[in-house]
Every structure is written in C-alpha cells, then in structure tokens.
C-alpha cells in the first residue's frame, strides 16, 4: 500500500503556543519539525504575501482585511439533534450556502445530552469551527479556558442588530466578545385562559394576589401550582425569580458567582417566602418530571406552571390545536421589594461560538466568521424559527409579524425586562448545579420548606467552599 | 450423572400425573407465572406505548384504552428520523472486526499459558484477568490524550449513503475513529476472553499436541490445527457474549468519539430526545428496534450462550 502517511496531515494536538505569519491566516505551532513541504508551504506564502503588501493598492487591502469570505468549506457541531430544530438548522444551512457563494458546511449533530455532558472533552479533541452553545457562565468558562476564539471583529459589524441586554450576554470575563446570540425563551408563570375565565380568575400582578389566587384555587379543587422536580432543575426556575425579586439582579449573579454567601439572611428570606407557596404545589412533584405537570395544566387539574416557554412543546404535541391556542403566561407576581421594578427574569440565550482548537478553523476562519455574521441576521434567524417555533429570535431586525401570539408576549415580556438572567444551572458553575449540589439542596429544602434553612445554607456555602478553583 | 437423572425423571413423572395436582406445583406454577408477568409487563407495556401516537398518551394519559387505534408510525418515524439503518451498520463495523481479533488474540494467550509450561506463563494469564477487573473509567483521562496524539494512518474511506466508513483513520488520529473504539474493545475484552478460554484449553489432553509435534506440526500450527477447532464451542459461547457486551456498550463511544454520525447504535436512541421534550412513545419504538439484534444472537446461538456460561466451572 505503500506509506501514505502524508506528513503534513498529521496533526499534533496541543503543541502548545503557536506563531502567526504576517500577511496571512496561517498559524505555525511552534517546537514541531516541518516536513520539507511545509517549509517551502511557508515561504511561498510569505513571499505572496510580500508581494501584495508591496503592491500596496488600496483595493487589496480592503480585501484582505475582510472578517469573512465566500466559498470554500466550514463545519459545524451542533446539539440541536431532534427532528424539529435540526431540519431547522439545515435550512438556516442551506440558505447560508447559496448564500455565501457555495460554502460547504459540514454539520456534526451529536444528541443534545451527550454534547452537553462532553462538552469538555470536544473542545480539547477535534471540535468543529463552529459550535452551538450556551450564553452566561457556561460561555464565559470555556472562553477562560482559551477553548473559545474571541469573535470581537464580527460581533463589531453585527452589533447593531443587538439590544444592549444581548450584548451583555456575549462578553467573557475579559470583555471580549465569544459568541453570537441566536434564540432564546423566557420563564414565566403559564396558565389556561379558559381555565381562567371558567373560574374568574384575575392575572395576579402582586404577591398578595397571588396567594389569595392559589387560595380560591385550591377551594375549587384545582392544584394551584403545577410544580415537579424529579429532575433536580426545575426547583431552580423558582429559585431564580424569588431570588431576582426579592435580593435583586446584582445579588444573585454573585450568589451564582461565589462572590456572595449562601449563608447570607437574604438567602434564608427567599427560602421564607417560598414556603408561602409550596403548600400550593402538585402532590408528590419530588417524582414528577416537567411534562407530567405540564399535563396537569393541560389536563385542566393544575392552575398554573412556572416554567419556560418550552412548556408549549407539551401544548404542540397534544394534537390539539385549541390546547395550545388556550396557553398564555404572565410574568411573576412583584414581591413588594425595591427590585420588583427591574423586571428581572430567566431568559437563557443559545449562542453559536468558535471552537478554538478546530483542526481547520485555521483555514476556515473566514467562512465560520460569515456564517456567525449571517446567524445574526433577523431573515436567517426567521428562517430558523419557521422550522423550529420554540424558542425566539434576538435580533433586532427579525421580523415579528409572523410570530403567534404566544411568541410576541414571550418577546414583549423580555424586552420589557431590565435584566435578564440565563438559569440558574447556565450562571452558576456546573459542579454547583447538578444533582449533588443545588438541585439535591433545593429538593432537601422541598422536602420540608417550613424548616429553618440555617443549616441548609450553612452546607451549601460549605459546598461552595470546598469547589476547586476554575 | 445425566443418564441415571433422565431416567429418575422418566419414573417419577407417571406418578406425579397419577397423584394429580399436588398443591406444591400449583404454588410453584403461580409463583412462576407471576415472576413472568412482572418481568415480562415492562416490555408490554412499552410495546403497548410504541405501538401509541403520543397526542393520544398526552390526551389520555398512558393508563388508558387506545382512541385512535395502533399503529407503526413510531417505528416507521424512528427509522428515518434517527438514522437507525446508518447507527447499526456503525455497530457492526466496531462490533464484528472486534469479536474476532479479540477471540483470535485471547485463544493465542490462552493457547501458550495452558499448552506450555514455562516460567511466567501462569503470571501472565493471572495479569490477563486482572487487567479484566480494571474499571474502564480510571483510565478514560490518559486514554483520552493518548487517542488524541497517536497518529494513524489515512487511506481513503468507503462511503454508504450518506455516512461514511473511514479506513483506519479519516483524521489523522486514533480519536474520533472506529477503529479507536474497536481497539479499547479488544484491549479489554481480551482478559475476560483468555481467562475463560484458557480454563477450557486446559482440558485439551496433552497427548493431542505431543503427537502433534511428533508429526512435525509447528507451534502455530497447533494453535490453528488442533487447538481451535477443539475449542469451537468456548468460542462459540465467547462471541456471543462479546458481542452482547461490545453491543451494549455505551462509554467507550461517549468519550472517545465526537462526531455523532459514527456512534454506535446505543446512542442512536438520544437523537430522538429533544433539548426538553421527550416522546416517550418514539423512544419505546427505538428502544424495541434496538433491542432486536441483541435478542436475535441470544436465540441462534441460545445453546452455546448457556453452555458458555458455565464453561470452565467444573474444570479445574
């Protein structure tokens, strides 16, 4: 068969620092010895690119200072692996290739659980240059890391497109910008309008109100609150938005952070107030997932539901239309603090990044950085969003005529928002949000909310405390 | 043992008949039938929901009479829209090559520990199963880096449909590669293999390899003449094991392959969950399609399986 061990394909994965030629996109590791291909590889280039810079015409320099190019050949790792948002994704896809002069992209789909549980080990391997993320902490970490590539020369062309919350959402801890925002959902409390009117219920807009509904709800043998968390995350919606109201935007993303403490009386406060409406809840939610209680609302057997807009999903696949023409939602009750006026609420933002050791990002750089340019467009967002309804396009010029009902309050409800968190599990870091951590805390709490929550706090600070530095 | 038991049975059983049904039997036949029942409900009952449209679950919930009748559309959907053609063909590619390297690799160990004596060939088969009892996931990390920095060589690929079957290496490395995971499967296949072959080489009389080299055969000749086809049936019983085991896995693909389209069938099933909606119906149809090969190898090769399992367990 002879040796067909091309020395130039062979790659050497974390080789470490790396040296750019002048001129060019090409990347030299560094500590590596060339074949003889690759030295004359180089030189040629370097020579072409010393000539160009000694033509000097100005219309060459505009060109080779162009954040993206047309034509050749990109790939993509994307989570959105079910049938619906994937043959979204392969529309947006196509409509970019023709658009971009033929790009070739090569899509890697990977099922939403396994990317997200591997996410660490595929972007130390072979990532692809592009690839489908989250925003908040979990963006900021891997831009921490260096396994993300700033994107701050595309995000320059593209930001006007972008409310100032989203701009926000995109920076890393460098101030750098990483990712581009595609879609998002808020959470809110939903409810059946019929369920609603049959029972002449009012939409609370205070806490008060709030528990005098669930009190007249529980009268006419309704579950107040559609509530369940076999899965450990759910509880964490809640958490948010009391935390949010009542301790304020600024407080919980450093609680998330560690900067505050859990130990904090404040902590205790969100726990108290809590407690007013746990006595509301399904029975028996410690066994329940999402859906199950969905059902319960869909069934007319629940009033409400504090969860994201996803909660449709269960609406859409009932099979019947006036299911989901009866779902509606309002934003949580005020609280009476002086942070009920921010308007704060989860609305976790998906992203698109740059894989920063993607073997052929080197050559691709041009391509991926269009096709970033071209996810932030509002038409491609549409295009997306046709395909795939659930979740809500973020730029500014993505034309909401076409949404249903449903979508422009989610949309109206977030822009009126003066600050927007991502979840709790996408804030804070993910070694604190899992089943050992705060999600078996909150179902400790849920177990027996009247307790005093010293002792709970005290653990969940300890927790904290004894996390390996990121 | 077997005769003077076959014949005990022919006498006792026109008695028992004659005694007529003795409350015993009537106890121990419910009682099995019940543990049937408990073990075989799950399966009908996601059969039950496969079989189910999942706005008629949501309307009605699961415990309840079908409305709109049964149908195969879940299945029908789940073999186009989770590839499941593409993720069996991924299997059998890792799992086929893989079963008969690790029996050709073990039968060889197994063969020079048991046939020959000499100095460390009892050390050797003893690292051999102890290597067996090593968790897979203490070495994931290493593992890792190490598939990451091996070099492999690329020579083109074949392509079916839409997916496309590297050799050796479509990347340059041992990472993200069939042939990766078939090769960790080898490497820990390989104890369990060789322990068990090697208690049933130790029955093959020495006699039949001493005349054999009295005849002028040669060691792999032996290996490949005498020995294996005595040992057709431990083999028999090992790749249907090995290919239960190597089928069932899950791991090794998980972490030691990024690109979704070459995990194995197992995986398959993920791709019909979506970010938080789950039809669970769809998921009870893959889980069915799935479980099929699995269950077709255990009936074909159901004498071996069970003879397999008690190999070597009465030979010292």
Aim: charged share 15%; hydrophobic share 45%.
């Amino acid at each position: 068969m002879g040796d067909s061990r091309d020395p130039s394909r062979i790659r050497v994965p974390f080789s470490g620092q790396k040296i750019q030629i002048p001129g060019t996109d090409i990347e030299l590791p560094m500590g590596l010895d060339l074949s003889r291909r690759d030295v004359l590889k180089i030189a040629g280039y370097g020579s072409l690119a010393a000539f160009i810079a000694a033509c000097g015409g100005t219309g060459t320099t505009t060109t080779t200072t162009s954040v993206t190019a047309k034509g050749g050949s990109m790939s993509l790792g994307s989570y959105l692996s079910d049938a619906v948002p994937k043959k979204g994704l392969q529309d947006v896809v196509d409509a970019f290739t023709s658009a971009n002069g033929g790009t070739k992209v090569k899509v890697n789909t990977v099922d939403h659980g396994t990317f997200q549980n591997q996410i660490n080990s595929y972007l130390q391997g072979t990532p692809e240059d592009v690839f489908t993320w989250f925003s908040g902490h979990r963006m900021r970490f891997f831009a921490k890391k260096g396994l993300a590539q700033p994107i701050d020369d595309v995000w320059n062309d593209v930001k006007s497109n972008f409310t100032e919350g989203f701009a926000a959402s995109v920076k890393g801890d460098d101030s750098h910008v990483y990712a581009v925002p595609t879609s998002y959902y808020p959470w809110a409390i939903f409810y059946r309008k019929d369920v609603f009117a049959a029972g002449n219920y009012k939409v609370p807009t205070n806490w008060d109100d709030f528990k005098a509904l669930c009190e007249q709800m529980k009268k006419d043998n309704l579950t107040p609150i559609a509530f369940a968390d076999k899965d450990g995350w759910p509880a964490m919606g809640t958490f948010d938005i009391l935390n949010l109201r009542l301790n304020g935007y600024d407080f919980h993303v450093g609680l998330c952070g560690g900067q505050q403490k859990w130990t904090d009386p404040k902590v205790a406060n969100v726990f108290k107030k809590w407690a007013e409406i746990t006595p509301y809840y399904s029975p028996a939610f410690a066994g329940l997932t999402w859906q199950e209680a969905a059902q319960q609302l869909l069934h007319k057997k629940a009033g409400m539901y504090l969860l994201g807009l996803f909660v449709s999903e269960q609406f859409v696949a009932s099979g019947n239309p006036d299911d989901l023409a009866q779902l509606d939602f309002f934003p949580f009750p005020d609280v009476g603090s002086q942070y009920d006026a921010e308007k704060a609420l989860d609305a976790p933002i998906d992203v698109y990044m740059l894989a920063k050791k993607s073997p052929t990002l080197g050559s691709d750089s041009g391509q991926a950085k269009a096709f970033l340019e071209y996810m932030s467009k509002g038409s491609s967002q549409i295009t997306y969003w046709k395909a795939s309804p659930g979740a809500i396009p973020t730029a500014n010029d993505a034309d909401p005529s076409q949404y249903p009902a449903l979508t422009k309050k989610a949309a109206q409800i977030v822009s009126s928002a003066k600050r927007i968190t991502q979840f709790f599990d996408r804030d804070s870091r993910p070694d604190f949000s899992g089943p050992n951590s705060m999600q078996g805390f909150l179902l400790k709490y849920l177990s027996n909310p009247k307790q005093d929550t010293g002792t709970l706090q005290g653990q969940m600070q300890s927790f904290w405390d004894a996390l390996p530095p990121e | 043992m077997s005769v003077i038991a076959a014949a005990t049975r022919r006498t006792a059983l026109p008695t028992a008949a004659a005694r007529g049904i003795r409350p015993g039997r009537v106890a121990l036949h419910g009682f099995l039938i019940a543990m049937t029942a408990v073990w075989l409900f799950p399966l009908f009952w996601a059969i039950y929901s496969s079989l189910r449209p999942i706005s008629d679950t949501i309307q009605h919930g699961y415990l309840s009479w079908p409305s709109g009748g049964l149908s195969l559309a879940n299945y029908q959907t789940v073999w186009m829209q989770a590839d499941l053609p593409y993720y069996y063909l991924n299997t059998l590619v890792i799992a086929v090559p893989a079963v008969i390297l690790t029996l050709l690799l073990a039968s060889m160990v197994a063969f020079a520990c048991t046939q020959f004596s000499w100095r460390f060939n009892l050390t050797t088969l003893m690292i051999f199963t102890a290597g067996n009892l090593l968790p897979p996931q203490v070495i994931i990390v290493p593992l890792y880096r190490i598939y990451l920095s091996t070099p492999i060589p690329m020579l083109g690929s074949i392509d079916i449909g839409k997916f496309s079957f590297p050799l050796f290496s479509s990347n340059g490395l041992l990472y993200d590669q069939y042939i990766g995971i078939m090769l960790i499967h080898i490497v820990f296949q390989t104890g369990f293999a060789t322990f068990v072959l090697s208690n049933y080489m130790k029955t093959i009389s020495k006699e039949i390899t001493e005349s054999a080299i009295v005849d002028g055969a040669h060691v792999l000749r032996i290996w490949w003449s005498i020995v294996l086809p005595l040992c057709r049936p431990a083999l028999a019983a090992m790749a249907t094991l090995l290919f239960t085991f190597i089928y069932n896995d899950f791991f090794w693909a998980l972490i030691l392959i990024s690109t979704g389209d070459k995990r194995p069938i197992t995986s398959a099933l993920n791709n019909l969950q979506g970010e938080f909606f789950v039809n669970n119906n769809l998921i009870a149809a893959g889980a069915m399609l799935v479980a099929i090969p699995p269950i077709l190898v255990y009936i074909f090769l159901q004498k071996q399986f069970i003879a397999g399992l008690t190999l070597g367990s009465t030979k010292g």
